[in-house]
């Protein structure tokens, strides 16, 4: 009478690393997720290795982490990773108070912030973004009565001709 296992959330040619309570707060630390979203990551180690931010060597650490679990728990190669999704959640925030002058006192919030890395294995298979965008684009046309109407009123014409 155990309750049962979860699924896995994620495909089989991802991993995840999840790093909690990191003391900066969750503007900054994605201004630092941002620059290795959608990278290779080799090349994202390097961008934080050479990163003038604080918070920067946090980041690797947890881009290592979720390199180290694709490799052992997952079987994927590492050569192949790119970083699928870097997101950035609040945590919570420790309140502080700083004495000021005439007797009053000011308020100092001391955020922290969770971070979530998901790394994928880029296949042979994988479509390139110019075909992905031209085949969006025929999906919009094919969506829209408008177009739809054109382009068979133009094959009746050439149909007739």
Not at 88 to 104: A, E, F, S, W, Y
């Amino acid at each position: 009478m155990s309750k049962k296992s979860l699924e896995r959330q994620l495909e089989a040619t991802e991993a995840k690393a999840v790093i909690n309570r990191l003391r900066i707060s969750p503007r900054k630390l994605n201004l630092v997720a941002g620059l290795i979203r959608g990278m290779d990551v080799s090349s994202a180690l390097t961008q934080l290795s050479f990163s003038g931010k604080r918070i920067a060597n946090d980041v690797r650490k947890g881009l290592q982490s979720a390199i180290a679990n694709a490799e052992n728990n997952h079987n994927l190669n590492v050569d192949s990773l790119y970083v699928k999704e870097a997101y950035v959640g609040k945590n919570i925030v420790m309140k502080r108070m700083h004495t000021r002058g005439r007797g009053r006192s000011a308020r100092i919030l001391k955020p922290f912030a969770n971070l979530t890395l998901i790394v994928r294995e880029r296949g042979e298979e994988s479509i390139n973004p110019v075909s992905r965008k031209a085949a969006r684009d025929q999906a919009k046309k094919s969506k829209d009565p408008v177009q739809r109407k054109k382009r068979s009123q133009d094959s009746k014409k050439k149909e007739s001709n």
